[in-house]
């Protein structure tokens, strides 16, 4: 069955970064392209960007370009998404999602990141 | 950017209700438009994909409608398991994937 499984909560510094895991399993991972979307505490889903798998090709929200890279490694079946300046209104919970044909069709658990001096 | 926006904000109903939620687009998204259900501390659940077609293992009582800039998603008979957060999203511009600002289904 499709599984994707985030890394672990992070607490980080103002002006640090933090690098968020994602590992799939149960399909060819090369085959489907992977959002990420984040939650503040309390607010609604923002959508941050997205990466193809296969080529490594990306696209991000323009609230988060120069601040965000997205990579993978298709020998671990793992995306990465690392954010790097952070403040506090970074906070968030942090999910990956899998697109199928143009919808989210599966989610990670979230990793919290909470970013406090 | 394409702009999506949910009303109600909240929404308090009771079980058996009939339920709609509505979700507008700034521009035509043609059919592009899916319908999310988070549950508190839970990653979001895609419930309709392209405006109305119905997400495997999610029960008939969920129908989504619309087409262009106007959708609905109804819940014919809400269940206690129904009260939870629903998310529009829209997947026309597929650089950059909106969610509405949510919609809270709430007990009354």
């Known amino acids: ?117 | 950017d394409i702009q999506m926006t949910q009303s109600p904000s909240s929404l308090s109903a009771s079980v058996g209700d009939r339920v709609t939620i509505t979700c507008r687009a700034s521009q035509s998204i043609s059919s592009y438009l899916n319908w999310y259900q988070q549950k508190p501390g839970k990653a979001p659940k895609l419930l309709i994909y392209a405006a109305s077609s119905l997400q495997s293992g999610v029960p008939s009582r969920f129908s989504g409608s619309g087409s262009g800039t106007d959708f609905t998603l109804t819940i014919s008979s809400l269940q206690p398991e129904d009260f939870a957060t629903y998310y529009c999203q829209q997947s026309y511009s597929t650089s950059m994937y909106t969610f509405g600002q949510g919609t809270k289904l709430e007990i009354k």
């Open chain 1, 1 to 117: 069955q499709v599984q994707l499984v985030q890394s672990g909560a992070e607490v980080k510094k103002p002006g640090a970064s933090v690098k968020v895991s994602c590992k799939a399993s149960g399909y060819t991972f090369t085959s489907y392209y992977m959002h990420w979307v984040r939650q503040a505490p309390g607010q609604g889903l923002e959508w941050m960007g997205i990466i193809n798998p296969s080529g490594g090709s990306t696209s991000y929200a323009q609230k988060f370009q120069g601040r965000v890279t997205m990579t993978r490694d298709t020998s671990t079946s793992t995306v990465y998404m690392e954010l790097s300046s952070l403040r506090s209104e970074d906070t968030a919970v942090y999910y990956c999602a899998r697109e199928f044909q143009q919808q989210l069709d599966y989610w990670g658990q979230g990793t919290l990141v909470t970013v406090s001096s």
